[in-house]
């Protein structure tokens, strides 16, 4: 999973071969083939990564509030961890809305559920009360969404400048401060 997100890093995940994976690994090509059976397989293995570190499924015990700001903590959890990885996932998210990406409708699906978990932790937090009540859902997910696809796309572009976790702190507090009770 590492040498494919660095290869996706610096190459896209189109331009990316399995056996440049293997070769990054320290795997020949046809190990890799024997374990993965190719670059769709090796795919799979790094969206579920993907799906399991950014989206996994709601904690029923969390707040709504502690459900939105779940996301965030978790983006800043595998930024601690792994950088190299989170950099792919985003690389590997930009490049998918190319219409013809392969990656296109497995990201966009995954897009729509993480935003339609956004719009579940808020209308939880409205019934807990540890969202305000007053509002408007679905602008509220709109905007979270646009900042933090902002902040992800500003940190790709400007590596040297740019403090994600400083960020992506940032907009932790904005959210509390203006969605939470």
Known sequence: ??????????????????????????????????????KEAILEDFLQEYVGRLNPNPNPEATGMDQVLGHIDRIRDLYAHDPDVLRAMFVSTFEAMKTTSPLRERVTDQLAGGVANVADGLRKGQRDKSVRRDIDVDRAV?????????????????????????????ARTRIVRDYGT
């Open 142 to 170: 709109g905007d979270i969404s646009a900042v933090f696809f902002g902040i992800a796309f500003l940190w790709l572009a400007l590596p040297a400048g740019f403090d994600l976790d400083t960020e992506l702190a940032h």
């Open 1 to 38: 999973m590492e040498a494919a997100a660095e290869l996706i890093v610096e190459k896209g995940w189109e331009a990316t071969t399995a056996a440049e994976i293997g070769r990054r690994a320290g795997y020949s090509r046809t190990m890799v083939h024997a374990r993965f059976g190719g």
